[in-house]
């Protein structure tokens, strides 16, 4: 596959498109506003530059990624000729059924199109497709071009050749891709970040730690070790039997609430929202989300050097 349509300008579409367009894609990125396109590009030649910086990319290979991708605001002009099509536009069900026919109207029968959602199940997806079977979903993780992880959702109805085809594209552009055995709601990632969340917000209700001890707590533990290490992995390197005996004297004590913290939803109704209303679990000022934003992905390019220099590591021990 050669030929990438990316659908949606937005952080999700505009980071995959750059990944596209690194690993040597033809991409075309497509949005109803222009001004959206221009903001992308902005912010792809913004994170290219980043990595010229960290001796990541050559000055010549961000020329390069910069020349593989096309902006349009025309649908049917960015479809022509596409290997795979991945929609990244707002999560309005009818907004992206609609596009899909539009989608399967110009593209060919071999073409593959993806969904970047987290919300909907793909059986809704492709409730009015001509052909189901090459629907898949993709969903990557923000900011896609620098965190590794795509979880792959087929359905009993998907190709396996479609399956197989995404994933080696996936890890072609350096994606650690994973394929869901079954579809369940909020797949793998978020619904363990959602069972951590719930023990976090209980502890705050319960006065036992502040968010900011939390986030201590988590940077210093398991984000120190999961990057390297996961948690299956680190339960087998600490003894299964510890683990029995751990998991067996929590369980009871963990809450098990099924509705949002009340201090959550207060949070929200005042406009709470984080870093874009400058205020959330902390306080912002107006110069910070850039800084914030920066500091983040500064972080996480770190990172993911030394992950690829395990990488390699581990690839010459194979060898």
Not at 68 to 85: G, K, M, P, S, W
Not at 87 to 97: A, D, F, G, N
Not at 294 to 317: A, G, I, M, V
Request: with cysteine; glycine share 6%.
């Amino acid at each position: 596959m050669k030929n990438m349509t990316v659908l949606g300008a937005g952080i999700m579409g505009h980071g995959v498109a750059q990944l596209f367009a690194q690993a040597g894609k033809n991409v075309r990125i497509q949005a109803r506003r222009q001004e959206s396109l221009d903001q992308a590009r902005e912010l792809i030649t913004n994170s290219l530059k980043i990595m010229v910086e960290k001796d990541m990319l050559t000055t010549s290979e961000m020329k390069a990624t910069q020349a593989r991708i096309t902006y349009t605001t025309n649908l049917y002009e960015a479809l022509q000729d596409a290997d795979f099509v991945l929609e990244s536009i707002p999560e309005v069900l009818e907004l992206k059924l609609d596009t899909y026919e539009i989608v399967e109207s110009v593209v060919s029968e071999k073409t593959i199109i993806s969904s970047n959602t987290s919300t909907f199940p793909l059986k809704d997806l492709t409730q009015r497709a001509k052909h189901p079977e090459r629907f898949i979903i993709t969903h990557f993780f923000n900011p896609p071009q620098l965190v590794p992880l795509v979880e792959i959702v087929k359905v009993a109805v998907t190709e396996e050749k479609v399956i197989q085809a995404t994933y080696h594209l996936m890890k072609e552009i350096g994606r650690s891709p994973v394929i869901l055995q079954k579809e369940v709601p909020g797949f793998i990632v978020n619904r363990i970040q959602v069972a951590m969340l719930r023990e976090a917000f209980h502890l705050m209700e319960m006065g036992v730690a502040t968010a900011e001890d939390i986030d201590i707590v988590m940077k210093g533990s398991m984000g120190f070790k999961w990057a390297f290490c996961g948690p299956m992995e680190s339960q087998d390197l600490a003894g299964l039997q510890t683990t029995k005996y751990m998991v067996e004297n929590l369980l009871p004590e963990l809450s098990d609430v099924k509705e949002p913290p009340a201090f959550l939803t207060e949070m929200v109704e005042n406009n709470q929202l984080g870093i874009r209303t400058g205020k959330g679990f902390y306080t912002y000022a107006d110069n910070q989300a850039a800084e914030k934003i920066r500091k983040r992905d500064d972080d996480f390019l770190e990172l993911l050097r030394l992950l690829n220099r395990e990488k390699e590591t581990l690839h010459s021990y194979s060898g």
